[in-house]
C-alpha cells in the first residue's frame, strides 16, 4: 500500500477491525518513511454479470428497490427489507464466487422473500420467473401449500 503522503511503496498496518456489518475490513496503518497514519478500507469485490453481458458492482440497493416494488401494499417494514438484502448478499458471498449471474442472484432472492411474505414471493417470482398463465401461479400455490403442511406435520 503506497502513502498518501510520501508515496513510499511500503507501509505497516497497525490495527485492523471487521466493519458492523461484516462487509470490509479497515486498517490503520504506518508509514515507515515519513511516520504519517492513514487509514484503509477493504472490500471483496462482487461483480454481477447482466442477461445483457454488461457487468456490474453487486449493489445491495438494487435488491432493496426490486423486492420493495413486489412487497408494496404489503406489511413489510424498511428493517424487513434491509435484512433480506443483507441475507442474499451473505449467501451470494458465500458461494466464494467473485462473479455471478443476475439470474442467480434473483433466485438467491426467492426463499428468503418467500418466508418474508407469500404474497410478495408471488409478486416477484411471476414476474422473475416470467410467469405467463393461470397454469403458472397454481402450480407455485401448490408448492406454497405443501410446504406449509410439510412444516405443520413436523414436530415442534
Same mark, same amino acid.
Given at each position: 500500500?503506497?502513502?498518501?503522503?510520501?508515496?513510499?511503496?511500503?507501509?505497516?498496518?497497525?490495527?485492523? +477491525?471487521?466493519?458492523?456489518?461484516?462487509?470490509?475490513? +479497515?486498517?490503520?496503518?504506518?508509514?515507515?518513511?515519513?511516520?504519517?497514519?492513514?487509514?484503509?478500507?477493504?472490500?471483496?469485490?462482487?461483480?454481477?454479470?447482466?442477461?445483457?453481458?454488461?457487468?456490474?458492482?453487486?449493489?445491495?440497493?438494487?435488491?432493496?428497490?426490486?423486492?420493495?416494488?413486489?412487497?408494496?401494499?404489503?406489511?413489510?417494514? #424498511?428493517?424487513?427489507?434491509?435484512?433480506?438484502?443483507?441475507?442474499?448478499? #451473505?449467501?451470494?458471498?458465500?458461494?466464494?464466487?467473485?462473479?455471478? #449471474?443476475?439470474?442467480?442472484?434473483?433466485?438467491?432472492?426467492?426463499?428468503?422473500?418467500?418466508?418474508?411474505?407469500?404474497?410478495?414471493?408471488? +409478486?416477484?417470482?411471476?414476474?422473475?420467473?416470467?410467469?405467463?398463465?393461470?397454469?403458472?401461479?397454481?402450480?407455485?400455490?401448490?408448492?406454497?401449500?405443501?410446504?406449509? #403442511?410439510?412444516?405443520?406435520?413436523?414436530?415442534?
Amino acid at each position: 500500500m503506497h502513502c498518501p503522503f510520501c508515496r513510499f511503496a511500503d507501509s505497516r498496518v497497525t490495527d485492523s +477491525r471487521t466493519s458492523d456489518d461484516g462487509s470490509s475490513i +479497515r486498517r490503520r496503518r504506518q508509514c515507515p518513511e515519513c511516520g504519517m497514519r492513514f487509514s484503509t478500507t477493504e472490500t471483496a469485490s462482487l461483480t454481477v454479470v447482466k442477461r445483457n453481458g454488461v457487468t456490474q458492482p453487486f449493489s445491495r440497493d438494487k435488491i432493496m428497490n426490486g423486492v420493495r416494488k413486489a412487497c408494496q401494499g404489503r406489511p413489510v417494514s #424498511e428493517s424487513d427489507l434491509a435484512l433480506l438484502a443483507q441475507t442474499v448478499e #451473505e449467501n451470494v458471498r458465500a458461494t466464494g464466487a467473485a462473479q455471478l #449471474e443476475a439470474n442467480e442472484i434473483g433466485l438467491a432472492i426467492l426463499e428468503p422473500l418467500r418466508k418474508l411474505d407469500e404474497v410478495a414471493f408471488m +409478486r416477484f417470482a411471476s414476474v422473475y420467473q416470467g410467469w405467463e398463465n393461470l397454469d403458472d401461479f397454481e402450480a407455485a400455490i401448490k408448492l406454497l401449500r405443501l410446504s406449509h #403442511e410439510d412444516t405443520a406435520d413436523q414436530p415442534q
